[in-house]
């Protein structure tokens, strides 16, 4: 389970530096993974920096379907969300 949900972290950074460089993804695909991130943070509630920090990057998510954000206002999360999906493989 843990390996599925740092997958999710993992590539809901990767959508955000897609983002950041232009690379355009499926709709689908900037759909569904803050959904899975919204889910993640509701699921385990907002105890947890973790949960906070799956909040945030789902929000720019979004955000990025309306809105162009600056670069480094996406760099920040990515990194963040980027490590704890790392954290949660060297976890097991």
């Known amino acids: 389970m843990m390996l599925l949900l740092g997958l999710v972290d993992i590539l809901a950074?990767?959508?955000?530096?897609?983002?950041?460089f232009g690379v355009n993804v499926p709709l689908g695909a900037v759909i569904a993974i803050p959904l899975a991130l919204f889910?993640?943070?509701?699921?385990?509630?907002?105890?947890?920096?973790?949960?906070?920090?799956?909040?945030?990057?789902a929000l720019f998510i979004i955000l990025t379907i309306f809105l162009t954000l600056p670069w480094w206002l996406l760099l920040i999360p990515a990194l963040f969300i980027f490590i704890k999906g790392i954290m949660s493989f060297i976890h097991l």
């Open 13 to 20: 950074s990767f959508l955000l530096l897609s983002r950041i």
């Open 39 to 57: 889910f993640k943070t509701f699921m385990f509630g907002f105890d947890t920096m973790a949960s906070s920090i799956d909040f945030i990057a």
